[in-house]
């Protein structure tokens, strides 16, 4: 079994910074890729930021330059520092990560969701 443990969401100011964090545990033989999405009410949930195990980032474009995404040395932690919020960045942001477990089955797997408020 395999968990996603997200932490360090909360309430921020426009212009202001938070720092998310997820943990994964359990049965894992390989972390591939590890991200962010978002859901905002009323909309989909998209593509934050993505960081493989190896190779280059992804950002969703509106996040450019204000965030910034990064893997522990262990490779199980995810962090997503987020500066220069905007209130467009509220949503509820969830982690995912793409995991091989030890009976060799690989899925994808999320965290429970974790809330960003940016107020104006």
């Known amino acids: 079994q395999v968990q996603l443990v997200e932490s360090g969401g909360g309430l921020a100011q426009a212009g202001g910074s938070l720092r998310l964090s997820c943990t994964a545990s359990g049965s894992i033989r390989r972390i591939d890729s590890m991200g962010w999405y978002r859901e905002a009410p009323g909309k989909q949930r998209g593509l934050v930021a993505l960081?493989?195990?190896?190779?280059?980032?992804n950002y969703v474009d509106s996040v450019k330059g204000r965030f910034t995404i990064s893997r522990d040395n262990a490779g199980k932690t995810v962090h997503l520092q987020m500066n220069s919020l905007k209130p467009e960045d509220t949503a509820v942001y969830y982690c995912?990560?793409?995991?091989?477990?030890?009976?060799?089955?690989?899925?994808?797997?999320w965290g429970q969701g974790i809330q960003v408020t940016v107020s104006s």
């Open positions: 960081i493989p195990s190896a190779g280059s980032t």
């Open positions: 995912s990560a793409y995991i091989r477990t030890i009976d060799y089955t690989s899925m994808d797997y």
